[in-house]
C-alpha cells in the first residue's frame, strides 16, 4: 500500500490551510510506513504530519485483510486533539477494527480487563489512583505495630526496617516512606515479588514470605473487587500476555499499523509492554513512534529524566520550527542533550528556526539580585510593549507566560535564603490559607485546608479532621493501655477509622469509605464545597451523632455553623496563577506546567532546585594546580556546545532538559533572568554571544 500524493494534497487543505508539507522532512514521514521513530524539534508540527498520514492512511480503508490502525498517545488531551482534526472528515478511522486512545485504555480494553476477569473473577470496576490511595490509607492505619522485643515481627514493624534500609530516619519519616511504599510499589504478579524504585523488597521464595503473603493478599482482594492503580493495569496485562501468548497474535493481525504521539513521555513499563505485543520475530505489524526525547522531563517518581525511557530506532527527524525564530533556535540547539550522532559523529536532531520577524528579537539576559526581583515583571512588560508584541496575533493566541522550575518551599523555605517562585513573585503564592489542621467551623475546614497536593488525599484529611474536631467538642475519647495503665485519648484519623469499621453493621464501614471518596472529590475536582458542606454537616447531625452516641452539644452546633460560610479570598496555587488583570496579562507557571505549549513571549526565572540552573550549568571538569589553569566544560549559556560526561554531570543535564522546554515556547521573544551573582564570565562575553543584556542591578 503506497500514500498518494492526491490524498497529501487533500491532507495539506485540511490541516495547514492549503500550505504545503515539505519535501524534504514531511512528505517523506508521511509516505513511510515501514517501522519508524520521528524525532521532532518543539513547533516543528509534528502531531500535524501524524495527523496527515492517518487521514491518507484511511483512505485505503477498510484494509483487504480486515486489519485496522492503533492509535495511542499519552493523554486523554492528546487523543481529544486527534479526534477534534479528524473525525470529521474520516469517521471510520474512529470505528472498528480501529482503535484511538491513550496507552492505559487500550492496555485495559485489550488486556487487563480480561487478565482481572480471568485470574481474579472481577472485572476492572476503577482504575484510580487516587481511590487506590483510599484503600492505601485504610491498610495503613489498620496495621498494628508489634511490642518491643515480640517475635515474629508484625507487618508494619518489618516494612519499616525494609523500605527504611541503610538510612537513619525518624520515626515519622520512616512511617511516611512506608505509605509511600504502599502507594507506590510494583506487584510482579508472574514473579510474585513486590519491587519498590527497582528494589525487590518482598518476595515470596523469601524467608520473608510470610510478610509477602500478606501482602499479596491485601493486593489481591483489590483486584477482587475491580479496583486497581493504574500501574496495575500493566501488571496484570504481562501476566495475561505470559500466560495466554496467543493473544499476541490475535492483536499483530487487528492491527496492521501502530501510531504512538508524544512517546519520550512513556515510562519504560509501558514502552516494554506495547513491544512485547507487536516487534516480536513474526509480526507484520508496522510501529511508528513519534516524539521529542528532549522533552522527557518528569516521570512516575517527579523527579527530571536525564536520559529518556524511549530509545529510538530506524529514525527520521523533523529538525525545522515553525514555532521558533532564527535567534531563538539558536540559543536552543544548545541547550539539546541527545543530538542523535551519526557515526561520523554529526548531529542528526537540530533546531531550526523557521519562523521569521519583521524585526529579528534577540534573546534577552535579564540579570537581577535580590534586591531588584520586583522588576522582573514590569521588565518582561516592558519588552512586550517595546517590540508591540500586545499587537500581534500570537499574542491574543498564545498570550505571555512567567516560568521557572521550582515553584515553592515544602518548608516555606525556612532554613535557607534562596529563590523559588513563591519568593520572587508574591502574587504566585497569594492565598488565604493556613497550614494549619484544625479549624473553629467546617466552612473553614472545607476551605482553608493545605490544598497544595493535587491529589484528593488534602480534602480526606481535612474532613476526617473535621470530624476529630466535633469528637473533641463532644469531649469524646478512646482508651488506650499503655505499660498496664489504661489512659484516655482524644481520637486520631486511625483511631476514628477503626471505631468505624467495628460498628455492629457490616455496611457502616463500606459506606462511610464510599461518602468520603464522594465528599473529597466534589471539594477538589468538582468544586461543589457548598454541597459537600450540607452533606457533611447532615451525616454528622444523623448516622454519626448515633455512631459515637453525641448530643450534638453548644459546641458542635457552633461549629457547624447555620448555614454555609463562604470565605473570601481563596485562591488555589496552580500551574497557571494571572498575575493581574493589567493592559498585559502575564502567567505564571512550572516549566512542567506550560510543556507542550507555545507563547507569544516566555520570560524564563531562575530559581533553586539544588542549586539555581547557572550554577548547575558551570561545570568545572578538573580543579586549577599550581602550574595548569582549571578545565570548565562549555556552557550552554554561552551559546556553546555542552560536552557533558558519560555517567556524570547529572544535574547540568537536567537542567539543560528544563531548559531546553522551558526556552522552546515562544514565537517572538524569549527572556532568561539570572542572578547577577551567578555569572560566569564578564557580561560582555554573554553580549557577545548573542544575549541583549539587561542589568537591573545598576
Not at 560 to 579: A, F
Not at 655 to 684: D, I, Q
Request: with cysteine; charged share 30%.
Amino acid at each position: 500500500m503506497k500514500i498518494k500524493d492526491e490524498h497529501i494534497k487533500e491532507a495539506e487543505n485540511l490541516l495547514i490551510d492549503g500550505n504545503e508539507f515539505d519535501l524534504e522532512e514531511r512528505v517523506p514521514f508521511i509516505k513511510d510506513l515501514n517501522t519508524c521513530d520521528l524525532l521532532a524539534v518543539p513547533g516543528s508540527g509534528k502531531t500535524t504530519a501524524l495527523l496527515a498520514k492517518l487521514y491518507c492512511l484511511s483512505k485505503n480503508l477498510p484494509f483487504k485483510d480486515g486489519s485496522g490502525i492503533l492509535i495511542l498517545s499519552h493523554t486523554n488531551a492528546a487523543v481529544e486533539e486527534i479526534e477534534k482534526n479528524l473525525k470529521s472528515y474520516c469517521p471510520s478511522l474512529f470505528e472498528y477494527p480501529n482503535f484511538v486512545g491513550t496507552v492505559q485504555s487500550f492496555v485495559n480494553t485489550f488486556l487487563a480487563n480480561q487478565a482481572c476477569q480471568v485470574k481474579y473473577g472481577s472485572y476492572i470496576r476503577q482504575n484510580d489512583d487516587e481511590l487506590y490511595n483510599f484503600e492505601v490509607n485504610d491498610f495503613f492505619y489498620s496495621l498494628k505495630w508489634s511490642k518491643r522485643g515480640q517475635e515474629p515481627k508484625n507487618l508494619i514493624n518489618k516494612l519499616f526496617g525494609l523500605v527504611n534500609a541503610g538510612r537513619r530516619v525518624e520515626f515519622q519519616e520512616g512511617k511516611e516512606k512506608i505509605l509511600d511504599f504502599l502507594k507506590r510499589f510494583y506487584f510482579d504478579i508472574s514473579e510474585r515479588k513486590l519491587i519498590y524504585y527497582n528494589r525487590t523488597i518482598l518476595k515470596h521464595d523469601s524467608p520473608n514470605q510470610p510478610y509477602y503473603i500478606e501482602l499479596e493478599n491485601w493486593k489481591e482482594n483489590l483486584f477482587r473487587k475491580g479496583l486497581l492503580n493504574y500501574r496495575d493495569s500493566f501488571n496484570l496485562a504481562d501476566w495475561y500476555l505470559n500466560n495466554y501468548s496467543e493473544v499476541k497474535l490475535l492483536l499483530q493481525n487487528r492491527f496492521r499499523y501502530v501510531f504512538i504521539d508524544e512517546t519520550q513521555d512513556l515510562e519504560s513499563f509501558q514502552i516494554e509492554l506495547i513491544e512485547k505485543i507487536f516487534n516480536t520475530d513474526n509480526s507484520n505489524t508496522k510501529i511508528q513512534r513519534i516524539g521529542d526525547i528532549n522533552q522527557s522531563i518528569y516521570n512516575s517518581g517527579k523527579s527530571v529524566k536525564t536520559n529518556a525511557d524511549w530509545e529510538p530506532r530506524n529514525q527520521r527527524f523533523l529538525n525545522g520550527s515553525k514555532r521558533l525564530t532564527k535567534e531563538v533556535s539558536e540559543l536552543v540547539n544548545c541547550f539539546t542533550l541527545d543530538r542523535q550522532k551519526d557515526d561520523n559523529g554529526d548531529a542528526r536532531f537540530v533546531v531550526n528556526g523557521l519562523r521569521e520577524l519583521q524585526k529579528p528579537i534577540k534573546p534577552h539576559l535579564v540579570l537581577f539580585n535580590k534586591e531588584s526581583i520586583g522588576k522582573l515583571e514590569e521588565t518582561f512588560k516592558e519588552l512586550i510593549k517595546e517590540n508591540k508584541l500586545e499587537e500581534t496575533i500570537e499574542s491574543e493566541k498564545y498570550g505571555f507566560k512567567i516560568i521557572g522550575w521550582s515553584a515553592k518551599w515544602d518548608d516555606n523555605g525556612s532554613n535557607n535564603d534562596k529563590l523559588r517562585l513563591e519568593n520572587i513573585f508574591s502574587n504566585y503564592n497569594k492565598e488565604s490559607k493556613s497550614k494549619k489542621e484544625t479549624f473553629d467551623t467546617l466552612s473553614k475546614y472545607l476551605q482553608y485546608f493545605n490544598k497544595d497536593k493535587s491529589s484528593l488525599e488534602p480534602a480526606r484529611k481535612t474532613i476526617l479532621n473535621a470530624l476529630i474536631a466535633v469528637l473533641k467538642l463532644e469531649n469524646k475519647t478512646y482508651k488506650i493501655k499503655i505499660r498496664g495503665q489504661e489512659i484516655e485519648r482524644y481520637y486520631t484519623k486511625s483511631e476514628l477509622i477503626k471505631d468505624i469499621k467495628n460498628q455492629p453493621d457490616n455496611d457502616v464501614y463500606e459506606n462511610f469509605k464510599s461518602l468520603l471518596y464522594q465528599w473529597s472529590f466534589e471539594i477538589m475536582v468538582a468544586n461543589k464545597a457548598s454541597q459537600t458542606y450540607n452533606s457533611i454537616k447532615n451525616f454528622i447531625q444523623n448516622e454519626f451523632k448515633e455512631w459515637f452516641n453525641l448530643e450534638i452539644n453548644d459546641g458542635v452546633k457552633t461549629f457547624l455553623d447555620e448555614e454555609y460560610n463562604e470565605l473570601v479570598n481563596i485562591v488555589n496555587l496552580t500551574e497557571d496563577v494571572p498575575l493581574n488583570k493589567e493592559e498585559i496579562p502575564v502567567e505564571i507557571g512550572t516549566v512542567h506546567s506550560v510543556k507542550g505549549q507555545t507563547h507569544c513571549a516566555t520570560m524564563y526565572v531562575e530559581t533553586s532546585y539544588i542549586n539555581y540552573e547557572s550554577e548547575k550549568l558551570n561545570i568545572i571538569a578538573k580543579k586549577a594546580t599550581k602550574t595548569k589553569p582549571e578545565i570548565i566544560l562549555p556552557n550552554p549559556l554561552l551559546y556553546e556546545e555542552h560536552e557533558y560526561r558519560t555517567n556524570k554531570d547529572s544535574r547540568a543535564k537536567e537542567t539543560l532538559k528544563m531548559m531546553y522546554v522551558g526556552f522552546s515556547r515562544p514565537t517572538h521573544l524569549l527572556c532568561f533572568a539570572m542572578l547577577k551573582e551567578n555569572l560566569v564570565e564578564h557580561v560582555e562575553k554573554y553580549k557577545n554571544s548573542g544575549w541583549e543584556i539587561i542589568d537591573l542591578t545598576d
